[in-house]
Nanobody, 123 residues
Framework: QVQLVESGGGLVQSGGSLRLSCAASGRPNSEYAMAWFRQAPGKEREFAAAINRGGGTRYSDSVKGRFTISRDNAKNTAYLQMNTLKPDDTAVYYC?????????????????WGQGTQVTVSS
């Protein structure tokens, strides 16, 4: 079992930056591929970014070039650095983990989820 706890959300103006953190406990997060998803009001949960055990990454087209996913296995933590934020980035951001090293963009491929952290970008 893995427990995930997100932090770092908040209110920021358009063009600003935030860094989200996802602290894992229960098992070393080095055993898992990690991902960030987001869900805006009235919309389905969507993939944002993922990182495999070797550090390989994948991004959705909507965040590519603005967001950076990283991980610190010594701290059992994954991060999402979000720059040049837009009002359309407003959502609850969820951290997720799946066993193995293959990156997947489908939410159903992930076994463990955090409770989410709210990100609100004002115009």
């Amino acid at each position: 079992q893995v427990q995930l706890v997100e932090s770092g959300g908040g209110l920021v103006q358009s063009g600003g930056s935030l860094r989200l953190s996802c602290a894992a406990s229960g098992r070393p997060n080095s055993e898992y591929a990690m991902a960030w998803f987001r869900q805006a009001p009235g919309k389905e949960r969507e993939f944002a970014a993922a990182i495999n055990r070797g550090g390989g990454t994948r991004y959705s087209d909507s965040v590519k070039g603005r967001f950076t996913i990283s991980r610190d296995n010594a701290k059992n933590t994954a991060y999402l650095q979000m720059n040049t934020l837009k009002p359309d980035d407003t959502a609850v951001y969820y951290c997720a983990a799946r066993g193995g090293s293959v990156i997947r963009s489908a939410a159903g491929a992930y076994d463990y989820w955090g409770q989410g952290t709210q990100v609100t970008v004002s115009s």
